[in-house]
């Protein structure tokens, strides 16, 4: 902890698709709004500039070097040591803060992650856990978002077991419903992984079958798991159609006056719409399953979410997320077979 | 052709959703606007009381069994030897008719055209080809939406190919644009399955490489290839996602009476929205590689729904679908290093 028991958290702020200053501006609303301490990794003297002249508590890491967006995972963290990226998850690992928060590229945060931190016992792959807002309150957490492009069923039971514990233990739900993604609600559809992933969490307490993607914002399940492939396919989907349906009407409403006044007058829910569907405003995305805490933020954050990922990691800091999943995995051990 | 030249087209009422009564309705309506014979498959005495006192050729097929969505696909086909939707696409076969219309479980349909008609020379597999409205006009047809859960990297070449050809010479479309479903814009992003079918599609006329989902609406690509699997999932979350927006701003609009006048307002908008997010009005999705015209409705198919995919499978037999897809085929067989 730091100074006066402050939680630190360490912001990533050259990997988004924003300026480092927007990023920046998140870390300073997080520190205020929730007495975090935000170790800001980057370049030194664009962060002081930005912090210039605001009194409160924080850090610097110098790290001039930026992973990009086009980095291969595996060489940007073999090669950019000086990146903010990788500086930052040593710090985590060193001790030097309890949280590490990236809107960068999400391969090259999974890939430093494994190298520093290291997989839990008992977890083959960390997945990402996003939540989706449902339309009655509430978020359904879709994992894994993209992490793992191939995955075996066990891999699925995984990511199910942790959702499971994250739900429980850091969202405050008591008896999750687990869900399995596929294309059809019956016994037997779905191709091949969902099949044999079917069987492996059957027994699994809380898993009620099959969800098909169009359920996906109603309150049937709270925890849906598929392979990272499908699911940021899936997720990436949504937000499309979302920008797809603003555009429509927005076009719209420039055409016609009467369509102008209806926009007008429908504005705050057009507002908590986008909020709701809008990725980059639920902030963080834990990368569940490393031996720390992680948070993927949007590539397109702006400073909102940014102050939202920060918000997500301090409670994962405070619920002791990796310890819990551990615990959780280790419950589960005998079921799942592996040592 | 039935008499004075009508094209005629088989309709299995009983396969879909909705009553066989709404479905007839709709058949009903494609005879009136498009002056087609409508073969009418299913129980005789339902489909002559529907049509009581209406003067119209038409013709029916005795098939009182249904195949429900919950049925097997191969079973449904071997033991349902009287269902609609087995006499309809015996029917076909047997030149009884030019096409072949259901709204049923699409398994099954394909199944059964397998069984019945068989594939076109150098297809390994049908595809299913779902038009996909984008924001400025126009549509994008996603292939495979559903029919092949597991698909092999030449499957994925040749539903392009077949994309490629509808949208040429069923669309009017002069060089379409192809696209291969991804987790990522760069080269070398995605699954095992992705990363292959990029290598063979790279030699084809047409291809821009991979297309992320978040960029389904916009006019990048005019035909995208995936897994049925992963297009299944894609196509049902974006509805849902649609159905998720509109019940978010009904139910804002039944609290607030600011909101109800906004709604008001908007509703043409709301009502092109909802024709343009819904996949029952777009009608028909072909079946590409069977040795036939098959158009498989959606199962939520209404009146106006069966009229349209009426009107797609017309529009297949005037420009001899399957033969013009047999031709693309044939000419990249080479590059398709298939016999």
Chains 1, 2 share one sequence.
Request: charged residues 25%.
């Amino acid at each position: 902890m730091g100074e006066e028991g402050r939680i630190r958290i360490v912001l990533d702020t050259l990997g988004g698709d924003n300026p480092p200053a927007e990023l920046i501006r998140g870390g300073l609303a997080a520190a205020r709004a929730f007495g975090v301490e935000v170790v800001f990794a980057g370049k030194r003297e664009l962060i002081e500039r930005e912090l210039q002249g605001q009194h409160f508590p924080y850090s610097i890491i110098e790290a001039p070097e930026a992973v990009t967006m086009e980095d291969s995972p595996a060489e940007a963290v073999r090669k950019k040591k000086e990146s903010s990226l990788v500086q930052g998850m040593i710090a985590l690992k060193e001790g030097q803060a309890e949280a590490f928060v990236s809107p960068g590229n999400t391969g090259a945060v999974m890939a430093a992650a494994l190298l520093q931190l290291g997989r839990l016992p008992g977890i083959d792959r960390p997945g990402i856990a996003v939540p989706i807002p449902k339309v009655d309150g509430g978020s359904l957490l879709l994992i894994d978002s993209g992490a793992n492009v191939d995955c075996s069923p066990l891999n699925l039971k995984q990511f199910a077991i942790m959702g499971q514990v994250y739900m429980q233990e850091i969202l405050g739900l008591p008896r999750p419903k687990i869900g399995l993604l596929n294309i059809g609600a019956e016994r037997g559809k779905g191709n091949e992984l969902a099949r044999k992933a079917f069987e492996l969490l059957e027994g699994l307490e809380g898993f009620v079958g099959n969800v098909e993607s169009n359920r996906l914002f109603c309150d049937e399940v709270d925890v849906l798991v598929c392979d990272g492939f499908v699911g940021n396919i899936l997720l990436k989907g949504v937000e499309g159609a979302a920008a797809a349906i603003i555009a429509l009407l927005k076009g719209a409403s420039r055409e016609r006056l009467r369509a102008r006044l209806g926009a007008l007058l429908l504005a705050p829910q057009f507002r908590l719409l986008r909020e709701r569907l809008d990725a980059a405003h639920h902030g963080g995305a834990p990368l569940l399953g490393v031996n720390g805490v992680v948070i993927v933020a949007h590539g397109h954050s702006d400073a909102l979410a940014i102050k939202n990922a920060i918000k997500v990691a301090k409670s994962a800091v405070e619920n002791r997320l990796p310890e819990r999943i551990a615990q959780g995995i280790s419950r589960h051990m005998e079921s799942l077979g592996s040592p």
